[in-house]
């Protein structure tokens, strides 16, 4: 059986491994009821099982050699019910345990999806989504084996081989001690060779992840990719991580077959050794037979355990892979954020504030001003001058490193995040809209919302504009099997959603593409509708949203290098009085 003795030199320093102890507590023990009805079941279908090998021995010695005809009824008799137990054993071995298995795998992926989603943004930001994905769904498989009958049969297999090997002392303890030590070198092969494979499994797991995850971004992006001609660059890059796989299941293969081929050779290497013992020993037809079926019965569940444990080999792997990410803490912690808060007025003050996404390298530096309650904010600046970072800030999707932002006076980093979320909406530039009805796409943040709630907002967002002309109105499915939408569109459903979601606080990405002038207008004017006594920040691009913001600030390097009203900031001549004039000149 396979071990979790973790190997030091292994290069999983930070990583966490999953012990057998720890994996007996969480997963074995609360199923112990049904693992023992399945114990119960393997230990009948495997004494069962031991009936056949057991009448071989009159059957040669009484009936085919002494003729004793009467005894052939009881020994068919006997054989046929211990091998219908077995087949209805089996039956419900399966039912019970392979369900429960199933059952298992869906808890624990709804487990990890949970926690994935309790991660913060930053986590994201380093992730494939594929990638992702495959450790949602792949990762907590093995445990199917774990909870299955892999477990039993093992349990099942070493109790066989107990009172198989019980019998074969019987027979002859000497022709027993032939056939144990080439097993027990068995044993010592299979051992090493799982101590080998763990990490290979636990590798598959990463490269079939990483595969997947650069799969579905081809696929993403594939419009880029033909844009650019790229696709024989991703079919190498694809090839490349495929032969990566490959070469990993080639290096488990051969370790599995290694202990296959050792334990046939080592199982014929025991047989000789009988045959050439029983002759000498001069042992009746009987007994040669009962003894080499029993050794059978031994040897089966030993080398059926190499194959059980590579299985749990396997589900190791996974948990190991699993609790990696089960142990990343997510954002919101309770230790930490202690302040639940209810309605908020919305101002939002920053006091000092810096943040680094990566340790040394500073992207914001000392960033101090007021939000006022209603009020909007526009950040504006070149790009890379650090205006997401700074909504990113007030969205809690980062923290500061320090400094503080305090929420109508008390410090966000102590709110509970569902409590500031809950009053918080946010539009982005190219906004998320899935599958399904534009109903429901607007509905998302708010699904209780009555009708008219939801009218208002599709009204104010001017989505009826283009949904009354949609055969199915506001129940077109748009998307991948859908309509497709103008961005202008999208970003309407967008602005509709957030109406909706009635936020106290609102962070906004406009949209830099440019619209037609007819769906710029009617996006201006929701958008008013939508900021009007919200504290709004606002990453403005158009200069109608700059010229109405109560306050504009002015980002440069992560600093903010000018503060104040369009008018006053214009008088001043200074870095903003230049943006504006290069951007009015084009
Ligand atoms: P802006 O919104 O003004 O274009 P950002 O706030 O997005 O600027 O970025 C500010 C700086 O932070 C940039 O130098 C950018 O490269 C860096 N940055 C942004 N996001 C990340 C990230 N997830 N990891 C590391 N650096 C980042």
Redesign the pocket.
């Known amino acids: 059986m396979p071990k979790s003795k973790s190997k030091s030199k292994s290069k999983s320093k930070s990583k966490s491994k999953v012990t057998i102890g720890h994996v007996f507590k969480t997963i074995v023990w609360p199923r112990k009821k049904l693992l023992f009805i399945g114990l119960v079941l393997i230990i009948i279908s495997r004494l069962a099982g031991l009936v056949p090998p057991w009448a071989t021995k009159p059957f040669m010695d009484e009936i085919l050699v002494k003729k004793n005809m009467h005894m052939l009824p009881s020994i068919l008799i006997g054989v046929t019910v211990a091998i219908l137990i077995q087949a209805i054993t089996s039956f419900l071995l399966t039912k019970l345990l392979s369900v429960e298995a199933q059952h298992l795998i869906s808890v624990l992926r709804s487990r990890v999806q949970q926690h994935l989603l309790r991660l913060p943004t930053?986590f994201f930001?380093?992730q494939k989504s594929g990638a992702l994905v495959s450790r949602v769904m792949n990762d907590v498989e093995g445990v199917r084996n774990l909870v299955g009958t892999g477990l039993v049969q093992l349990i099942g297999g070493v109790l066989t081989a107990v009172i198989s090997i019980i019998f074969l002392i019987k027979i002859s303890p000497l022709m027993t001690l032939f056939v144990l030590l080439p097993m027990s070198i068995f044993g010592l092969i299979t051992l090493k060779a799982f101590s080998i494979i763990r990490p290979v499994f636990r590798e598959r797991g990463k490269i079939t992840a990483d595969v997947t995850g650069r799969l579905t971004e081809t696929l993403n992006g594939i419009r880029v990719i033909k844009g650019f001609n790229a696709e024989p660059q991703e079919v190498k890059v694809f090839e490349a991580g495929v032969e990566k796989l490959f070469l990993n299941v080639k290096k488990s293969l051969t370790s599995t077959s290694f202990v296959t081929s050792s334990g046939t050779f080592l199982v014929g290497l025991a047989s000789v050794g009988i045959m050439g013992l029983s002759g000498y020993f001069n042992l009746t037809a009987g007994d040669f037979l009962q003894f080499t079926m029993f050794m059978v019965f031994m040897i089966a569940p030993i080398v059926q355990m190499s194959n059980i444990g590579s299985q749990l080999t396997e589900a190791f792997a996974g948990l190991d892979r699993t609790e990696e990410l089960m142990n990343i803490p997510v954002e919101d912690d309770p230790l930490h954020r202690t302040e639940k808060i209810g309605l908020i007025k919305g101002e939002i003050i920053f006091n000092h504030v810096s943040f680094a996404?990566?340790e040394g390298?500073t992207?914001l530096n000392d960033v101090s001003f007021q939000a006022p309650e209603g009020s909007v904010t526009a950040?504006v600046?070149?790009?890379?001058?650090?205006?997401?970072?700074?909504?990113?800030l007030a969205a809690s999707f980062l923290n500061p490193a320090s400094g503080t932002i305090t929420v109508d006076g008390i410090d966000l980093s102590k709110i509970a995040l569902n409590s500031y979320r809950s009053q918080l909406g946010v539009v982005l530039q190219d906004d998320f809209l899935f599958e399904g009805t534009i109903r429901e796409n607007i509905l998302f943040p708010r699904p209780q919302s009555s009708n008219e709630e939801l009218l208002q907002a599709v009204k104010a967002g001017y989505v009826d504009e283009f949904t009354s002309r949609f055969e199915a109105g506001l129940d077109t499915v748009i998307g991948e099997r859908g309509v497709k939408l103008s961005g202008g569109q999208r970003q309407r459903i967008a602005i509709a959603r957030a109406i909706l979601a009635n936020p106290r606080i609102l962070i906004l990405d406009e949209a830099t593409s440019n619209l037609d002038t007819e769906s710029e207008s009617l996006i201006q004017e929701s958008l008013r509708t939508l900021m009007r006594g919200r504290t709004t920040f606002v990453?403005a691009h158009r200069l109608s949203t700059i010229r109405q913001a109560d306050q504009i600030l002015v980002?440069e390097n992560?600093q903010i290098a000018e503060h104040g009203k369009h008018d006053e900031l214009i008088t001043k001549k200074g870095r903003y009085f230049e943006l504006y004039t290069y951007q009015a000149r084009i």
Not at 383 to 392: D, F, L, P, R
């Open positions: 930053r930001d380093d996404y990566e390298k992207v950040l600046g070149t790009s890379g001058s650090g205006k997401t970072t700074i909504a990113g990453i980002i992560g």
